[in-house]
């Protein structure tokens, strides 16, 4: 190869290299680049949806332990304020809080059947707390803010009462609690607990 060709052929590759992208390169590369943007800001808010769905979901269930487990620790047969027509306590908030039916009759023959199980407070569906229709029970729903949301508090006591030689009383609870919040598409949890002499 003669030295004209080589200083053209290498005069060549450095255009070559100095060329740079076509137009059509970079409509792609731009297109291409587009939809990945696009595509993110789409993923963005669900993200954002699904964690704040999360965050209302652990609270609430932290402010529902919480009201069970002051429930769980008081005496079957508790009642702090005797007007009351439910067993009753005063919690960790000081407001009057119902955990039962007090039996229609305190007494009964000695032997005698102890009356049937009492089911009290919001209503129950599947086992769950049910949020879609009011709770007119008074002493069994209650509000609770946590870390600036606001929670609705509501529960349901099944209790069945023995007879102990003509006093009727509680011998077993099953406590239901439940709290809810306006989180959208937000699905409360009910945290149930026996509780038995």
């Known amino acids: 190869m003669s030295r004209d060709g080589c200083v053209r052929t290498t005069q060549k590759m450095a255009r070559d290299a100095q060329r740079g992208f076509s137009l059509i390169e970079v409509l792609v590369a731009t297109i291409v680049l587009m939809v990945g943007v696009v595509s993110l800001a789409q993923v963005v808010p669900a993200a954002v949806d699904l964690n704040q769905r999360s965050l209302a979901t652990s609270q609430s269930l932290v402010v529902a332990e919480r009201e069970l487990e002051q429930m769980v620790r ?43 199980a009492v089911q009290h407070g919001c209503p129950l569906v599947n086992n769950q707390i049910d949020f879609t229709q009011a709770c007119a029970v008074p002493g069994y729903v209650k509000t609770v803010v946590l870390a600036g949301r606001r929670f609705e508090v509501r529960w349901n006591v099944i209790t069945v009462y023995g007879n102990n030689l003509g006093t009727v009383q509680p011998v077993n609870k099953r406590i239901a609690v439940a709290a809810n919040t306006s989180v959208r598409s937000f699905t409360p949890q009910t945290l149930t607990a026996q509780v038995a002499n």
């Open 74 to 116: 008081q005496p079957l047969s508790i009642q702090t304020s005797t007007i009351a027509t439910d067993y009753n306590f005063i919690d960790l908030d000081g407001q009057s809080v119902f955990v039962g039916a007090l039996p229609l009759a305190a007494t009964a023959l000695p032997g005698a059947a102890a009356p049937a």
